[in-house]
């Protein structure tokens, strides 16, 4: 049974930084490509980042591109988040998801393992 498990959320003042970890147990890692989403009181889940199976692809939705940076290691079956500069519009539960596949994927419905979320609250 896979298991995906998220930490490192937290209370950070806008113009803060926090690093997401999440690892991924019960299935091979290096198989898998990996999202990360996020779900803000009244809105709908949105795919922030995501990191092919390689890591060599990546993808960023456009209001974070060039403050959060994804990426994986492999021999610890952990993706991270690093977030900086944080704004107030990036508070959130932030969820991992994982998949079994090659490409970056951005469809949630696409993901079949996913975490129980990390909540993300930056002050203003």
């Known amino acids: 049974q896979v298991t995906v498990l998220e930490s490192g959320g937290g209370l950070v003042p806008a113009g803060g930084s926090l690093r997401l970890a999440c690892v991924v147990s019960?299935?091979?890692?290096?198989?898998?490509?990996m999202g990360w989403f996020r779900q803000a009181p009244g809105k709908e889940r949105e795919v922030v980042a995501a990191i092919s199976r390689s890591g060599s692809r990546t993808y960023y939705e456009d209001s974070i591109k060039g403050r959060f940076t994804i990426s994986r290691e492999d021999a610890k079956s952990t993706v991270y988040l690093q977030m900086n500069n944080l704004l107030p519009e990036d508070t959130a539960v932030y969820y991992c998801a994982a998949r079994n596949g090659l490409k970056v994927v951005t469809n949630a419905s696409r993901y079949e393992y996913w975490g129980q979320g990390t909540q993300v609250t930056v002050s203003s």
């Open positions: 019960g299935g091979s890692f290096i198989t898998m490509t």
